[in-house]
């Protein structure tokens, strides 16, 4: 995107490409907006990882009837409808202060998410190992070397 931006500025300013200012200022506004895309569709993209994880670990046995592939194409669907929307929005009134805190607010949720997520599935995962070490006989000379290798 600001490769994009800064080719399509370095033509202009050389003269080799001639546009009137009008255009300049819509082009700019639509490689902003690209940017501004792709930036809320990662953050949440990467959300949605962190709850596919988060249900494929909490809900294994289930996870085929809760994930579907309709739910999947929806989902990723949704993602880039609302980045487009959201970023058409943001640069639009990118003066306003609501619009940033708006931004920042979504930032701050995302990183809160994966988070609070990551962090249950850790607790689960000690839980586990906890577990499993317990349930297991104090090691022998001889298994001490295939346990520490496992």
């Known amino acids: 995107g600001n490769l994009a931006e800064m080719l399509f500025m370095l033509l202009l300013e050389h003269g080799v490409l001639v546009m009137r200012p009008s255009i300049v200022r819509h082009m700019d506004s639509v490689i902003d907006m690209l940017i501004c895309s792709s930036v809320v569709s990662s953050l949440s993209f990467l959300g ?3 709850v596919d994880r988060y249900i494929t670990i909490f809900y294994a046995l289930r996870y085929h009837s809760i994930m579907t592939l309709q739910r999947a194409v ?7 409808l609302a980045s487009t929307v959201s970023s058409t929005v943001l640069i639009t009134y ?12 979504f ?16 607790a689960l995962a ?9 349930q297991q006989k104090p090691p022998t000379a001889h298994r001490g070397g295939s346990l520490k290798g496992a």
């Open 94 to 105: 990118y003066r306003s202060n609501t619009i940033l805190l708006c931004l920042i607010g």
């Open 126 to 134: 000690r839980h586990h190992l906890h577990s499993i070490s317990s």
């Open 74 to 80: 929806v989902t990723m669907a949704s993602v880039w």
């Open 48 to 50: 949605v990882i962190v």
């Open 107 to 122: 930032f701050l949720f995302m990183l809160v998410l994966m988070l609070v997520l990551y962090i249950h599935m850790f």
